[in-house]
């Protein structure tokens, strides 16, 4: 069970991060979404999937489970 930890899944697995590497987490994904949009556009498939997997780490750090 993660207390002090915040819990989210991907790629069907769950991790359990502290809250300053959740950030870290969503502040290199933020990263990597600019240069994705700036190589492939807004409307390309590998910017959404990036987009929303930056939206999935923002919602697991506003649950603050």
């Known amino acids: ?3 002090i930890y915040y819990k ?3 790629m069907k697995g769950f991790f ?13 994904k ?4 600019v240069i994705i949009v ?3 556009g807004l409307n390309s498939s590998r910017t959404i999937q990036y987009s929303q ?4 780490l923002l919602n697991v ?3 603050k489970s």
């Open 53 to 56: 997997e930056l939206d999935s």
């Open 38 to 40: 700036s190589q492939y």
């Open 1 to 3: 069970i993660c207390h």
């Open 16 to 28: 359990c991060v502290y809250e300053k590497e959740l950030l870290q987490l969503i502040e290199n």
């Open 30 to 33: 933020r990263k990597e979404l």
């Open 8 to 10: 989210y899944a991907i």
């Open 61 to 63: 750090y506003n649950k």
